[in-house]
C-alpha cells in the first residue's frame, strides 16, 4: 500500500519560511509529486509539481517567486519551502502523487495526511 | 476564480440519485479527475480516467463527460457520502493543473 506520510503541524510568524516534508512509499519514486493547499474553509488550491529526478520543477504562478520544491531521491522524500509568510498562508498543505495516462488523464492518488501551517505574529 | 466550475451544494435523499458536475473548457480535450474529502480528512480519489474506480471505491460512484461538462453520479447516496467533492483537470490555462471550488453534498 503506498502511502505518503507528512512532517508535522508547523507555527510560524509573519515573513519567516516554513519546510514540508512528505516521506513516500511504495514505487513513489518514479512518480511527479503535487503540492496543494486548503486554506481554512476553503477549496483545493494547487501549487506545483516536481519531477521524479527532482531537476524539474512547475510552480503555480500565485506561488512563483515565494515555493521551492525539492526531492532526495535516496530518502524518497519530497520537500515543499514556502517564503515570505503571510497571515493568508494558513492552511492545511497536502502532497500528492501523481498518475497520468496518454497526456490526457492525470490524477492524484494518494494523498499525504496534510500538515497544518498556522501563520500568526 | 476557477477554470472549472462547481455547484457549491447540491443535497440528495438517502437512497437516491445525485449528480455532480464541472464545466471548463478544457474537459473538452482532457479528463476529469474527482475527489472526495470529508471534515478534517485528506482529499481520497474517488474517480479518475472520467470513469474508473480506484479499489475500495462503491460502484455507486461512477462519471462521464459530455462536450465541456463531467460528471460524477452516485446512484442510492448513502449517509457516508456526505462529503465536499473536488473535480481536477489538466488545464491550458495560467496554470497546468485546477480543482474546481467544490461541491458540499448533503444526504437527507
Known amino acids: 500500500q503506498v502511502q505518503l506520510v507528512q512532517s508535522g503541524a508547523e507555527v510560524k510568524k509573519p515573513g519567516a519560511s516554513v519546510r514540508i516534508s512528505c516521506k513516500t512509499s511504495?514505487?513513489?519514486?518514479?512518480?511527479?509529486m503535487h503540492w496543494v493547499r486548503q486554506a481554512p474553509g476553503e477549496g483545493l488550491e494547487w501549487m506545483g509539481v516536481i519531477n521524479p529526478s527532482g531537476d524539474t520543477t512547475v510552480y503555480s504562478q500565485k506561488f512563483q517567486g515565494r515555493v521551492t520544491m525539492t526531492r532526495d531521491t535516496a530518502t524518497d522524500t519530497v520537500y515543499m519551502e514556502l517564503s515570505s509568510l503571510r497571515s493568508g498562508d494558513t492552511a492545511v498543505y497536502f502532497c500528492?502523487?501523481?498518475?497520468?495516462?496518454?497526456?490526457?488523464?492525470?490524477?492524484?492518488?494518494?494523498w499525504g495526511q496534510g500538515t497544518l501551517v498556522t501563520v500568526s505574529s | 476564480s476557477s477554470e472549472l466550475t462547481q455547484d457549491p451544494a447540491v443535497s440528495v435523499a438517502l437512497g437516491q440519485r445525485v449528480r455532480i458536475t464541472c464545466q471548463g473548457d478544457?474537459?473538452?480535450?482532457?479528463?476529469a479527475s474527482w475527489y472526495q474529502q470529508k471534515p478534517g480528512q485528506a482529499p481520497i480519489l474517488v474517480l479518475y480516467?472520467?470513469?474508473y474506480r480506484p479499489s475500495g471505491i462503491p460502484d455507486r460512484f461512477s462519471g462521464s463527460t459530455s462536450g465541456n461538462t463531467a460528471s460524477l453520479t452516485i446512484t442510492g447516496a448513502q449517509a457516508e457520502d456526505e462529503a465536499d467533492y473536488y473535480c481536477q483537470s489538466r488545464v491550458n490555462g495560467r496554470d497546468p493543473w485546477v480543482f474546481g471550488g467544490g461541491t458540499k453534498l448533503t444526504v437527507l
Open positions: 478544457s474537459l473538452r480535450k482532457y479528463c
Open positions: 500528492a502523487r501523481d498518475t497520468s495516462v496518454a497526456d490526457t488523464c492525470w490524477w492524484f492518488d494518494p
Open positions: 480516467g472520467e470513469n
Open positions: 511504495g514505487d513513489s519514486f518514479t512518480h511527479w
